[in-house]
């Protein structure tokens, strides 16, 4: 227990037991202090050490086919993770528990999880939008963890929720502070990035159900 205590902020099972608490109840949590401070801080230097190699891409939106780049809906660049780090099997193991514990108490399917390092510059943002609609990728839950040490309020770039598809009036909005994560039903929370004026690191993530089937292999390997 002491090992996913270090890595989970020192609260284990307690910080997990209060996010499926909060999905059940709200449709996202919002769980600061989940990630231990050095594990955060090894990925965000892996991420500044990735990005100076020019590992980093702008994003696009869409899947496959629709994959395209529109910097009027997001302008922030991405770097996909592998697990051959040990601060990203750090970070993968974390998720893997809360994808056992979700799917225990809230009978989810949660199959398969993929994710990225996020860099937004100063000024980048990401309009409001949903990760999937009608189940068209096939992602269920997503996650972000934020990797900024020392983040300051009057610098921005929170993370603003919406509790429904139709709502108007804004849930919560979340400082990207190190070591917070947030997580979310993909189908039903529409959120919004908006600006800083600092340099802003974090991992997005998405848990995904398994749409395989004879002819399509979904999630792909």
């Given at each position: ?95 893997e528990q809360l994808r056992l514990q979700v799917n225990r108490a ?112 979904d999630p792909p390997r």
């Amino acid at each position: 227990m002491r090992d996913n205590e270090d890595l989970l902020g020192g609260m284990g099972g307690d910080q997990l037991d209060g996010l499926i608490g909060r999905l059940l109840a709200d449709g996202y949590a919002v769980m600061p202090g989940y990630f231990s401070l050095p594990v955060v801080q090894a990925l965000r230097n892996e991420a500044m050490e990735r990005d100076g190699l020019g590992e980093f891409r702008l994003a696009g939106i869409g899947r496959r086919q629709e994959h395209q780049q529109d910097t009027r809906i997001r302008s922030d660049r991405t770097c996909w993770l592998k697990g051959n780090t040990l601060a990203q099997c750090q970070w993968l193991e974390a998720m893997e528990q809360l994808r056992l514990q979700v799917n225990r108490a809230l009978f989810m399917g949660l199959f398969e999880l993929e994710s990225h390092f996020a860099i937004y510059g100063p000024g980048d943002y990401y309009q409001r939008h949903m990760d999937a609609f009608n189940g068209n990728n096939g992602r269920l839950l997503s996650v972000v963890l934020y990797l900024n040490e020392g983040w300051q309020s009057e610098w921005g770039g929170r993370l603003r929720i919406w509790a429904s598809p139709d709502d108007t009036v804004v849930a919560t909005e979340v400082e990207p502070r190190a070591g917070t994560l947030v997580a979310f039903l993909s189908e039903k929370i529409p959120h919004e990035v908006l600006a800083a004026t600092r340099e802003r690191y974090s991992i997005a993530g998405w848990f995904r159900c398994n749409n395989t089937t004879a002819d399509w292999l979904d999630p792909p390997r």
